[in-house]
């Protein structure tokens, strides 16, 4: 399976990058790599982890591709967070965590930014990326996530909820369960729901919210 190649440059078409600057915890970096498909909610979830870790007093800094979306092409986001940060960019085999939103994007993220011994959480569905749909490469199987993965010495967490009623959430419960597994260090349950507040409103502020809460201390 091709894999996306990781770009130098975050000043290029499509790319934004963001930092925050935290003044109270001192965490050693820690690197996080999302993928997905355009739709699927990369961009608020991974907007959600930055502004949570501001929160936590860490200092941040994340990268996003844009333009996508429409496409039906791959969303990424990067995010680095700790001290000593001067860069939102993540070599290569470095992310301490990746989070994907599909089991195509799971392998990819798994195989293109992870490192040995790191963690991957994956939403167990299928959204055919365009390589798929284009006959250029298979379906990914829950099996080759994890032999790769137990080759490699890497932690899985799949998600999957049967019960959910609107898949534009699958975000959202990705988020609960990094959140009760505790994958992103200092980061805690209300630096979450704190970040959600920065970023919605009204009904759709509730309804997540309440989605993340009952996810969280199910």
């Known amino acids: 399976m091709p894999l996306f190649k990781f770009c130098p440059d975050p000043a290029q078409q499509g790319v934004?990058?963001?930092?925050?600057?935290?003044k109270k915890n001192t965490m050693d970096a820690f690197n996080i790599y999302l993928s997905g498909v355009g739709g699927q909610g990369i961009?608020?979830?991974?907007?959600?982890?930055?502004?949570?870790?501001?929160?936590a007093g860490l200092t941040v800094k994340g990268v996003d591709t844009h333009g996508l979306a429409q496409r039906g092409g791959i969303v990424q986001s990067r995010i680095r967070m700790g001290r000593d940060i001067?860069?939102?960019l993540i070599a290569e085999g470095q992310a301490d965590l990746a989070v994907a939103l599909e089991r195509h994007e799971a392998l990819r993220a798994m195989n293109l930014s992870l490192r040995d011994?790191?963690?991957?959480?994956?939403?167990?569905?299928?959204?055919?990326?365009?390589?798929?749909?284009l006959g250029r490469g298979g379906e990914v199987t829950e099996e080759a996530i994890n032999g790769e993965a137990e080759l490699r010495g890497i932690s899985v967490f799949k998600v999957f909820d049967p019960g959910l009623m609107d898949a534009r959430t699958q975000n959202i419960t990705i988020l609960a369960v990094i959140a009760e597994n505790n994958l992103v260090p200092g980061v805690g349950f209300e630096n979450y729901r704190s970040a959600m507040k920065d970023l919605m409103a009204g009904s759709m502020l509730e309804k997540n919210r309440a989605l993340f809460e009952s996810k969280v201390t199910a």
Do not use: C, F, M
């Open 16 to 22: 934004k990058t963001k930092t925050i600057k935290g």
């Open 117 to 133: 011994n790191g963690a991957l959480i994956y939403y167990n569905t299928v959204w055919q990326p365009l390589d798929v749909r």
């Open 86 to 88: 001067y860069s939102p």
């Open 43 to 55: 961009g608020l979830l991974s907007e959600i982890i930055l502004r949570a870790g501001d929160h």
